[in-house]
């Protein structure tokens, strides 16, 4: 009878730990990664502010219209990641080129804003932020040097735009990209 008692305590105890243990990893999750569904509207309306400000630009100068390209949105992300623990940003920071074959390649830059520190990645804080307004002179500066960045001929041709904004710590940054090809 003992013992059977003994057991019955010892297995309270385990199914208590366990739905402790399992709390725990529930909580964990919830740690406000800026993965949530409100995070994820605002950077969603960060990349179309942007890719309405691109697109009216490309069509200006080149008669072309994109659509946010997954692949590019991608890389621009993953970008972000990458640079987000900088406090400033070197020139080489601004721009990653992936080349994809002998003639395309990828160009992503950060947006920045240049400060009395020097250059900084640009943000936006969704409580903030009661408008998204894309930085002008990001803008003509990214589609002036991209081909450039790219190393492509005057004969290169934009053919893919994409735009990614990441949540990190509350601040939601952007960078974008263009496939060019020539």
Known sequence: Y??????????RLVAVLLAGIMALAMLTACGGTGNDAATAKFEASVEQAYMAKLNEKLNE?????FEND?????SAVDYI???????NLGR?????VEKLDEKTQNVVMICYDVT??????SSYEADKAETITPNET???????????????????KFTALGVGAKTINGKTYVAIGLRVEG
């Open 70 to 74: 997954a692949d590019i949105k991608k």
């Open 81 to 87: 990641g990458e640079m987000a623990g900088k406090e």
């Open 61 to 65: 100068t080149y008669g072309k219209k």
């Open 116 to 121: 009395e520190k020097g250059y900084v990645m």
């Open 138 to 156: 990001t803008i003509k500066a990214f589609l002036s040097l991209a081909r450039i960045k790219a190393n492509a001929s005057n004969t290169a």
């Open 2 to 11: 003992l013992e059977e008692s003994n057991m019955k305590k010892m297995k």
């Open 92 to 96: 080489n920071d601004f721009w990653k």
